[in-house]
């Protein structure tokens, strides 16, 4: 194993169960890794904690941060609402020999894997389709027809990247992703 650790890529559309599938990784503890926190200027909703989940920033602390060159990538997600991963966040994992993993959109997931080239694996979570992540929506009631139309969409549009990424794994059965995820990380991690 090389001294350095190595970068895992996560993305998915929302809704399709990605940080369920990676903080059941991270609790299992099988494989070596350390979740990269990013930076957001979106505001925390409840329970979430500054430095755990996000690095939550003013707009003004975000823009300065991409002026400094702290992002190794960043993407405006939703308008408005931008995202970002720290050079200083992986940088500070990888040296410490620990491989370190990535919840990110699916424009950032492929830039990042585009950087690291072999040191990276990018790991693409799709519901079964586009018509039962709408079902599943409109089944949990809590959206108005409208925000179901808007997430369906994105959905449409980030599983048009899933050619793009290394592996892609469909979410039906949850044990079931997460056993084939921790497959394809603990392979690429013995590599
Ligand atoms: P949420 O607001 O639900 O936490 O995240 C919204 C979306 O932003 C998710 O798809 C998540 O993967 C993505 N995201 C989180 N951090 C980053 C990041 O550092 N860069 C990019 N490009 N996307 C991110």
């Not at 308008?79 to 970002?84: E, I, K, S, T």
């Not at 809590?142 to 892609?168: G, K, N």
């Not at 949850?174 to 990380?185: G, H, R, Y």
Request: contains cysteine; negative net charge.
């Amino acid at each position: 194993m090389s001294a350095k650790g190595k970068v895992i890529i996560i993305s998915a559309p929302s809704g399709c169960g990605k940080s369920t599938i990676i903080n059941a990784l991270l609790a299992k503890g099988e494989i070596d890794m350390q979740f990269s926190v990013s930076a957001t200027n979106r505001k925390p909703r409840e329970g979430e904690k500054h430095g755990v989940n996000y690095y939550f920033l003013s707009d003004e602390e975000f823009r300065r941060a991409i002026d400094a060159g702290e992002f190794v990538e960043y993407e405006e997600v939703y308008p408005g609402r931008y995202y970002g991963t720290l050079r200083g966040e992986i940088d500070r994992i990888v040296d410490a020999g620990h491989n370190v993993v990535l919840d990110i959109d699916v424009k950032g997931g492929v830039n990042v894997k585009r950087m690291y080239g072999d040191e990276a694996v990018s790991v693409f979570i799709q519901p079964p389709s586009v018509e039962a992540l709408r079902q599943r929506l409109i089944g949990r009631g809590t959206e108005t027809p409208e925000a179901i139309a808007q997430r369906v969409d994105r959905a449409e549009f980030e599983i048009s990247y899933a050619p793009q990424f290394d592996h892609a794994v469909v979410n039906d059965d949850l044990d079931k992703a997460i056993a084939e995820v921790s497959d394809i990380l603990k392979d690429f991690t013995a590599r």
